[in-house]
Structure formats: C-alpha cells, structure tokens
C-alpha cells in the first residue's frame, strides 16, 4: 500500500502539468479501485468460480486506482517520462507513460501469490474505466 500511495503522490504531479481537475484524480482512483474489486470478488470469485462466500473475502489495495489514473495519463500525454523504481530504489531508466503503465501492472502481477488470471482480470478493469474516463476528458476538452 506504501508503494502504491508513493506512485500516487508522483503521478499528482503529472495531472496537474495536463490540467486535469482533481475530482477527475480522485474519480479515477476511486472507479479504477471499485472496478478492479468488481473483477476480483464478483466477476472471477462469484461468477467464474461459482463462490458463494466470494462477498465476505476480504480485499484491500489500491493498485487498481493507480492502474486506471497511469492508463489515463498514458491516452492524455503519452509524452510524459517518469523514473522507474524497483522496491523503492531508483533504476536509471526513464519510461514512458504507456510503459509505465504497463510496467506497474507487470509488477503488480508479478507479486500476486495466487489467483494470476483474478489479478489480470482487475487490471484490466481498471485500465477500461481509466481508458473510458480519458475519452470523456479528451471530447470535453
């Protein structure tokens, strides 16, 4: 959760050059969060799987919040640059905002203990909210 509010407090910085408002921020994060736990707990426990306690599982993160905000910056600038880090230590690598983008969903994969196909599923909700939410931005402007 501290990596994730980290990525955040960086990507602030990024709506702010673009112009974009920060209730579109915090809509982003909010339906990029709602999104991914509706793939993880309704759509791949409740539905896919068939469980029927899939409501009283716990979920927590943020990840799909960033996921939809990165894919969002990634359609709006897709000039921008940010500085790639590994467990919070800089790497020397400069990515670009669809890298970046893919490279936080990479990681985030990459560190799920199970459920693979549950966690791709919610980045992929999240990254259609920030992709649907980026086109209204985009005709508003």
Same mark, same amino acid.
């Given at each position: ?6 990525? &955040?407090? *960086?990507?602030?910085?990024s /709506? ?9 921020? !915090? %809509?982003?994060? $909010? ?7 509706l ?5 791949w426990?409740?539905? &896919?799987? *068939?469980?029927?306690?899939? /409501?009283?599982?716990q ?5 799909g919040? !960033? %996921?939809?905000? $990165?894919?969002f910056l990634a ?25 970046s ?15 693979f196909?549950r ?23």
């Open positions: 959760a501290f990596h994730t509010a980290v990525l &955040l407090s *960086n990507s602030i910085d /709506f702010d050059r673009a112009g974009v408002s920060f209730p579109v921020f !915090l %809509a982003l994060y $909010l339906g990029g969060c709602w999104a991914a736990w793939a993880r707990v309704v759509l426990r409740r539905v &896919l799987n *068939n469980d029927a306690s899939s /409501f009283y599982v979920e927590s993160g943020a990840s919040g !960033l %996921a939809a905000q $990165l894919l359609r709006i600038r897709p000039e921008e640059r940010f500085q790639f880090s590994l467990y919070f230590v800089p790497i020397p690598v400069n990515l670009s905002a669809w890298q983008c893919f490279a936080h969903g990479i990681l985030d994969l990459m560190q799920t203990r199970r459920d196909g966690q791709l599923l919610a980045h992929i909700a999240a990254w259609s909210f920030g992709w649907i939410l980026a086109g209204a931005w985009e005709q508003h402007q």
